[in-house]
């Protein structure tokens, strides 16, 4: 493997203090997997954006128990939302090594950080995603299992992806530095800086490769599987959606996108209250609970045309 001038893995974490010492773990057992040479210039940096700085202690005793072989970092982001800390890890990694992200309520499969290095190794990308897999701490029921609402979508490993989400990302930092990428705040409490940050990298000459066997395992706890919940987040995503093509169109655009925007949307209701309806008339659970996605995210879409229909999912 071509030698790495510095790897650092970070994990965001807000007030998950058991969730992160499972991450934590998962991830020293990858970092200790590495060579020598790459395993001495790897750091796991935790950006806690909790005002009460909660991840110190769960950090400590990592560092002095099983991961005591692993350079562990913790550091405090006073500014709220997930777009702030995202740009905190950004600032706070090496000047052109590589950054990877995981969430706090994920954990890493076995080889996990050494595929995605390989990965991109392999294709000379500027960023590689992975596969995020549901692990439920209860088994959900058969509205939830029929709709896959946690099912996210997979790609044979080199499929070059325009878009990417940050809950299993590798990033090559010197060409985010060449270019001034970063993280938009504006969408610091709803979600969607990901997104945004990844078509931007894409839009700037950037490769994103997918690596199938570079999973992750994400941790759905119970109330998660409340069927209002779920819809919420189905609409809240949708109307992210709009509000991320509407920053990459410019304002200019914005006419004709809110315009799209808000047809698609009837539209996606529209067809999605068919669904529902030929699910109870023969008693298809998957029409009735992929029509419910479809009303939910053509609800989301139609609101966020006209300015609406956002939630704050990482507001404090």
């Known amino acids: ?53 909660s991840a110190g202690a769960v950090v400590r005793e990592a560092g002095a128990g099983d991961l005591s072989g692993v350079r562990l970092r913790p550091v405090h982001e006073p500014a709220p939302g997930v777009a702030a800390v995202r740009n905190r890890a950004l600032a706070e990694a090496g000047p052109d090594g590589l950054l990877v992200f995981i969430d706090d309520d994920e954990e890493p499969e076995a080889g996990w950080l050494g595929l995605l290095l390989q990965t991109r190794e392999r294709f000379g990308a500027q960023a590689v995603a992975g596969l995020v897999v549901p692990d439920y701490e209860a088994e959900p029921d058969a509205w939830v299992r029929a709709g896959g609402f946690f099912d996210r979508q997979t790609w044979p490993t080199g499929t070059r992806r325009d878009v ?12 985010v530095r060449a270019q001034g990428l970063g993280f938009d705040e504006a969408f610091g409490a709803t979600g969607g800086e990901d997104t945004l940050f990844t078509r931007r990298l894409v839009a700037a000459g950037g490769v994103i490769v997918w690596c199938a066997e570079a999973r992750v395992r994400d941790h759905v706890p119970v109330e998660r599987l409340d069927h209002g919940w779920i819809l919420r987040r189905q609409r809240s995503h949708a109307a992210t959606a709009v509000r991320v093509d509407l920053a990459l169109a410019g304002a200019g655009h914005h006419l004709g996108r809110r315009a799209r925007a808000l047809g698609g949307g009837a539209a996606r209701v529209a067809l999605g209250l068919a669904r529902q309806g030929a699910g109870l008339v023969s008693g298809s659970m998957t029409h009735r609970a992929r029509g419910a996605r479809l009303v939910a995210r053509g609800r989301g879409m139609a609101a966020a045309a006209v300015g609406q229909g956002v939630h704050d999912e990482y507001g404090r």
Request: hydrophobic content about 50%; aromatic content about 4%.
């Open 1 to 53: 493997m071509t030698a790495v001038r510095g790897l650092t893995v970070a994990i965001p974490t807000y007030k998950r203090p058991e969730a992160l010492a499972r991450a934590l773990a998962g991830v020293g057992r990858e970092v200790s997997a590495l060579p020598a040479p790459l395993k001495e210039v790897t750091e796991v940096l935790v950006i806690d954006n909790d005002p009460r700085c």
């Open 164 to 175: 990417a989400a940050t809950n299993n990302l590798l990033l090559d930092l010197a060409f």
